[in-house]
Nanobody, 122 residues
Framework: QVQLVESGGGLVQAGGSLRLSCAASARTFSSYVMGWFRQAPGKEREFVADISRSGESTYYASSMKGRFAISRDNAKNTVYLQMNSLKPEDTAVYYC???????????????WGQGTQVTVSS
């Protein structure tokens, strides 16, 4: 069982930055690939980024590439999402997830955090 707790969300103006963190309870954190997804009101949850166990490989949704950066610190059991040049359309609840396989599909991930709200004002 893996427990995930996100933090770092909040209200930011367009063009600003936020860094989300996700702390994992598992002592085997490095055994999991980690992903970030988001869900805006009235929309389906969508893939944001994911990262391999070692952190060497990262993947992004096309609309986030170049603006967002995913990273992990296996010594701290934490995964991060640095978000720059934020836009109002980035407003959503952001979730971190843990799984065994890198995937853009949320069904591939076994464990989920409770989410953290990110609101970008225009």
């Amino acid at each position: 069982q893996v427990q995930l707790v996100e933090s770092g969300g909040g209200l930011v103006q367009a063009g600003g930055s936020l860094r989300l963190s996700c702390a994992a309870s598992a002592r085997t954190f490095s055994s999991y690939v980690m992903g970030w997804f988001r869900q805006a009101p009235g929309k389906e949850r969508e893939f944001v980024a994911d990262i391999s166990r070692s952190g060497e490989s990262t993947y992004y949704a096309s609309s986030m590439k170049g603006r967002f950066a995913i990273s992990r610190d296996n010594a701290k059991n934490t995964v991060y999402l640095q978000m720059n040049s934020l836009k109002p359309e980035d407003t959503a609840v952001y979730y971190c997830s843990a799984g065994l396989f890198l995937s853009r599909s949320d069904s591939a991930y076994n464990y989920w955090g409770q989410g953290t709200q990110v609101t970008v004002s225009s």
